[in-house]
């Protein structure tokens, strides 16, 4: 037995809100929309799958969009018209739930989409459910067209279903034929009284289903539903056999077997298209086989960028952990550093205000001493005239004193300068000979007294590259070094040891006991540290001579040192560049 | 040969005593000066060949003010600072004047001739070249030592020039000197004496000449010196000079 079920037509609502129907303003989008309601109309569902599977995958409508909300449920209906009824209902119930509250009026259309569906799989209790909701719906009564297919549906239910109710069956199929007169749909009530008459046969009521058999059969004829008119034939020849009427029974065989010839060529070509349909179907879930493998691929992608984000903030984590740690360190050392500079500023402060005390004091002590010496010069140049030997010894203590105190302080105040890299030097040319000549000079009276020789032996053309003022405070240090340490009557040399294009090597020798090999190596060093020797007057000195000769000849990029061979008497040695 | 002429502005009456007694036994011809504007005083009327400086003049540093003023000059002489302090700060300023020497006070006679020479030779020569063969050229003489001592040899001093190489001897008195020079330098620096040439390597003072031999070549100076004429100069003296 054969049943008639209608669809019903959400493509209408669609219409309402389509810009090109309705003359509003067209952009692609929208001209996309109208292309697909229409294609819809047309139910040319083949095409129209695949656009709008293109359409809806590719988010060319606006997420709740009332055109996309429109395209999802073209694509509920569409794949029920492609026999594809769980797909169908899986879209429809994804419509109903992103779009909860949206368009309520519609939501009966869909339940009886989705019921239609469910009928399509021979669920009836699942249809029922949708069914009844839609009865329910406040928009049931007022709406015809939705009368029409939930009724139809409902019988469809109950005819179909295991605990035959048919006089529930007839009800809604009643119902169902009120509605379809009102709406002057013949096509459906043909078919309504198909499903009327098969509800009787079943019942084994044949002489109803004999009427509405013979209702549908007029109805069909009168308007050629052929697709009608073979089952109705059908049923009736069938009918008329089992009643033993075998002349009608014959008759609408013959008329079933000439509507199935005229309904052969469709059906082939159906069949075709069934199977072209069944190949597309096949693409399509190949399609969607395909599109899950995507999802499940960019799933997979996205977990494995999810893991690299989570290494890279692991990573960032770990060096901010690490700069942190650096800082903390730095901070701490920061800290150190700041304490220590703090006690070296200290310490330089202490050291540059001692520096400035000893400058101070020797410069200021220095002219008066110089004063004291010049005057006194002069006194003994007017006292000679005299012929007073007593008071010229006199002078001469007072004149000795006086050059001594002067060269102490002279030391302590290059000694100062030095220190603070305070002291000026005049790098020159010097003529060694004469500069010897010069500190000579000066210690000539002292060494007549001590009848002590000193030759200058050093060639008259040596040049050394010197500042003249601190070599002849070397000079006069080494100098009254080796008077201090050499016996009357002894004798002192200076001496060129070594003259090449680049160093000049000299030294002066004295005759005295010479330095003790446990002293040779603190000779240079300050003050403090060194055991003082005694001079041959039984006097120390004041040991800073020797360590300001050191600090002044490596100003003078020169040295000095102890000829630690030197048998007899003290060598030192002084080396000085030959060319500046 | 004539006494080097020293300006020493020196305003310590105890020090300058005793620095120009120095300098006098050095024979040098000393004249002093106390303050800045007698030491420029003093420098415009005696134009010295030398000019020692004591760098603090009654507390301020003026001797830097006189030696800045003399290097203005054209010619400046040699100067050399006198100071007792060492320290940067004054050396530092008074470097600026570019000295040829600073001597630093107390210094004994021999500091002080030995820093003069090397001034002298810093602004004539090279240091170590001043001995008792060479000269020294200076501003419009020569600075020769003689005996330990420093002189100056004017142009008209010198008897005549004979050139050695790189050498320039200057023969005076029947002494010669030795100067570094070339001959066409020497010709400058003698320009204010009456010189003539009487040979590739020989220029003759003009005031020494007694006579002149033409048919031996022979130039005759007072000293009874002979020197060679070559023909090339012959005719030219003879022109110049036709009463010899």
Known sequence: ?580 | MTNIEVLLVEDDAVEATITKQALTDLHYQVVLATTLSDALECYANHAPDLVLLDIILHGQKDGITIAQKINEEAHPPPIIFLTSASDKATFDAAKLTRPYSYLLKPFNPLELAYAIELAVEKAGGEPGVLNESNAVPGQGCFFVKKQGAMFKMLPENIDYIKVEERYCELWMEQEKFLVQSSLKEMSERLSSANFIRIHRNCLVNFERLTSISASDSVAILQDGTQLTISRRYLDEIKRKYPML
Not at chain 1, 433 to 457: F, G, S, T
Not at chain 1, 467 to 476: A, E, F, G, H, N
Not at chain 1, 496 to 518: C, H, K, Y
């Open chain 1, 1 to 580: 037995m054969v049943c008639g079920q209608q669809s019903l037509s959400i493509s209408e609502r669609a219409r309402q809100y389509c810009a090109v129907c309705n003359g509003g303003s067209v952009n692609d989008t929208v001209q996309l929309f109208h292309h697909l309601h229409t294609t819809s109309k047309a139910q040319q569902f083949s095409p129209l799958h695949t656009e709008l599977t293109q359409a809806l995958g590719t988010g060319i409508f606006q997420p709740y969009d009332t055109l996309q909300y429109y395209s999802e449920l073209m694509l509920g209906k569409t794949l029920y018209a492609l026999k594809l009824p769980r797909e169908s209902i899986e879209a429809y119930e994804k419509v109903l739930e992103k779009w909860e509250g949206f368009q309520p009026v519609e939501q009966p259309f869909i339940w009886s989409e989705i019921a239609s569906a469910y009928l399509f799989l021979q669920d009836y209790a699942q249809a029922m459910k949708y069914y009844q909701q839609v009865v329910q719906s406040a928009a049931f009564s007022s709406t015809p067209l939705l009368q029409d297919g939930v009724y139809v549906g409902i019988g469809l239910c109950f005819q179909n279903r295991k605990n035959d109710e048919p006089d529930s069956a007839i009800l809604y199929y009643t119902k169902a034929m009120e509605v379809q007169i009102a709406l002057n749909d013949s096509v459906d009530l043909a078919r309504s009284y198909l499903n009327l008459g098969g509800v009787h046969y079943e019942q084994y009521r044949d002489a109803a289903a004999m009427e509405h058999w013979k209702m549908a059969l007029q109805i069909a004829e009168a308007h050629h539903i052929t697709d009608i008119l073979g089952d109705v034939h059908y049923n009736l020849a069938q009918l008329y056999e089992e009643m033993g009427e075998l002349a009608p029974a014959l008759n609408h065989y013959q008329q079933y077997i000439n509507y199935q010839d005229s309904l052969w060529n469709r059906d082939k070509l159906w069949e075709l298209a069934q199977q072209k349909e069944a190949f597309e179907v096949q693409l399509r879930e190949d399609e969607i086989l395909l599109l899950e493998k995507d999802a499940a691929l960019q799933e997979v992608n996205l977990a494995q960028r999810e893991t690299e984000r989570n290494t890279l903030i692991g990573i960032a984590g770990g060096l901010v952990a690490i700069l942190l740690l650096i800082v903390l360190l730095y901070r701490t050392t920061a800290k150190k550093n700041k304490i220590i500079e703090a006690q070296r500023q200290h310490l330089d402060q202490l050291n540059t205000t001692k520096n400035q005390l000893f400058s101070i004091v020797a410069h200021d002590l220095r002219a008066p001493v110089q004063s004291l010496g010049s005057a006194n010069k002069l006194l003994h140049q007017q006292v000679s005239a005299l012929n007073d030997p007593q008071l010229e010894a006199l002078l001469q203590r007072n004149q000795e004193g006086i050059e001594g105190t002067y060269r102490l302080l002279d030391n302590l105040l290059h000694w100062s300068l030095s220190q603070s890299e305070n002291l000026f030097l005049q790098r020159e040319q010097l003529a060694l000979h004469a500069i010897i000549e010069q500190v000579l000079y000066d210690v000539k009276p002292l060494l007549q007294q001590r009848a002590i020789r000193a030759q200058n032996e050093v060639p008259n053309k040596q040049q050394v590259v010197a500042d003249s003022s601190t070599l002849k405070i070397v000079l006069r240090n080494v100098l009254d070094n080796a008077i201090k340490f050499t016996p009357d009557g002894g004798i002192i040399v200076f001496q060129l040891e070594e003259a090449t294009a680049a160093e000049v090597q000299f030294s002066i020798t004295d005759s005295g006991r010479g330095i003790a090999p446990e002293l040779v190596a603190t000779v240079f060093e300050m003050p403090a540290k060194k055991e003082r020797a005694v001079a041959v007057s039984g006097k120390t000195s004041s040991g800073l001579g020797l360590y300001l000769c050191k600090e002044l000849m490596a100003l003078n990029e020169g040295a000095i040192e102890v000829d630690a061979q030197q048998r007899e008497g003290a060598k030192f040695i002084m080396r000085l560049k030959a060319t500046l």
